[in-house]
């Protein structure tokens, strides 16, 4: 029934593509039909838009050409993952190699008090392989007694004894992290763009986010969470005080709540 | 699911989105295979390796994107084949097929990145949820970008056949 003198509202062209796309929900499918069994101009637009999708398909089958053969290429992938795999197993082994000829001349040159030798061994083996408080073992599930929820995009993880840690390791210059307070409990990190590449290790109120590249990472901290902070290679960027964000980075942007880290900005 | 039957399921449709978006079947298939190499590995199911695979492999296209866009330029300038007289009979249908194939490429050039991927992706079946994750918007976005997507490639599209149909 149409009411003289007041001008109809009609269906957004947004929401009729999702009518088309079988997107809304059962109430709100019955609300537009409704509006489209009395309105000529939005059912006018959804013909077209109707019309326009069917015209897209058969327009992109035009570009279509036959895939390689599948058995090939799947014999392709895994020759190229074995590849990589021996690739990295390799440069193990190198560096296995490398850190027992340090810790032999470490041991060597700790008997002579205050040699730069001694000093240089011991920031080399920090740089090669990472410290017992920082060890993480490489999961892509939660370990036993972790309250952990895993996506392709991103994990989170409930604070262990009121403490979070969120730790970047190997990150992309091109990288943009953006954090803030959330109101949930649970610390979340997500990755979109390029960023969803990247590797996550799970331990008791701590996630490592390992060789993330370009694209963005979101990161919430709970703001009931009595201490949270984010380390980038291993140096503190932020912390959590009480309801703020403390920075701690050399470089970052404030973009209302969100503090926002771009990481080929922060000088070493 | 194993990985074998995983690959089947998903490697013809993650062709099919990438020879769309690139218009370079080697390409694709390059891409294609580097895709499922960084996801052997990771224990997913079909559900979750979908939007991820599709995420990875148009990252791996936007880094070729600027390569790839020069070549298709130097292709575009290139003088069509004149097939001669001994040509097979169906030669004018390929011409037809070949300027129909560059007309859809242009049109889909004309659109944004995120929109051409959006559309695409639509056309692959994927949900707006899963659109609106791998894009990096809101899922309430997503119909109104998709509409205005489509109207613009139509505008496009079809403002280059009635420009080749006055030049017959």
């Known amino acids: ?268 | 699911m194993d990985v074998d039957t995983l690959f089947r399921r998903l490697y013809p449709p993650l062709f099919r989105y990438l020879n769309r978006l690139t218009g370079e079947p080697d390409t694709a298939a390059d891409i294609a295979q580097e895709a499922f190499v960084r996801l052997l590995g990771r224990p997913m199911t079909e559900k979750d390796a979908r939007p991820w695979l599709f995420t990875v492999a148009t990252n791996l296209v936007r880094d070729g994107a600027r390569q790839r866009t020069r070549r298709r330029r130097v292709m575009a300038a290139s003088p069509t084949a004149v097939p001669g007289p001994r040509t097979s009979p169906r030669a004018d249908e390929t011409v037809e097929r070949g300027e129909g194939i560059e007309r859809v490429r242009m049109a889909l050039d004309h659109l944004s990145p995120r929109d051409r991927q959006m559309l695409l992706m639509r056309q692959e079946g994927f949900r707006y949820r899963e659109i609106a994750d791998v894009v990096g918007i809101a899922p309430t976005s997503v119909g109104t970008l998709l509409a205005r997507a489509l109207h613009r490639f139509k505008e496009v599209y079809g403002e280059q056949r009635d420009s080749d149909d006055t030049h017959v």
Request: net charge neutral; hydrophobic share 45%; glycine share 8%.
């Open chain 1, 1 to 268: 029934m149409v009411n003289r003198g007041i001008p109809m509202i009609h269906t957004s062209k947004g929401t009729l593509v999702a009518l088309l796309d079988g997107e809304l929900s059962a109430a709100d499918r019955s609300g537009v039909e409704h509006h489209l069994s009395d309105c000529p101009v939005c059912t006018a637009e959804m013909e077209s838009l109707r019309e326009i999708s069917a015209n897209f398909s058969v327009a992109l089958r035009l570009l279509d050409s036959p895939a390689p053969p599948l058995d090939d290429t799947y014999r392709a992938v895994l020759r190229e993952r074995a590849r990589r795999q021996w690739k990295r197993e390799f440069g193990r082994s190198l560096r296995r190699a490398a850190i027992l000829v340090l810790g032999v001349a470490g041991v060597a040159s700790a008997t002579i008090p205050g040699s730069p030798v001694r000093d240089w061994a011991i920031d080399l083996w920090d740089r090669i392989e990472p410290g017992p408080e920082r060890a993480v073992p490489m999961r892509t599930d939660a370990p036993a007694g972790v309250d952990a929820e895993v996506s392709p995009t991103g994990v989170s993880i409930l604070p262990a004894d009121g403490r979070v840690l969120i730790a970047l390791q190997e990150p992309a210059p091109a990288l943009e992290v953006r954090v803030r307070i959330s109101d949930g409990g649970r610390a979340e990190v997500r990755a979109t763009g390029e960023a969803v590449d990247a590797r996550f290790r799970i331990a008791p109120g701590r996630i490592e986010v390992v060789g993330a590249s370009a694209g963005i990472l979101h990161i919430d901290l709970p703001r009931s969470a009595r201490s949270a902070a984010i380390e980038i290679g291993g140096k503190p960027y932020l912390v959590k005080d009480g309801d703020q964000l403390r920075v701690l980075a050399p470089s970052a942007d404030r973009a209302g709540a969100e503090v926002i880290f771009r990481i080929g900005r922060q000088s070493p």
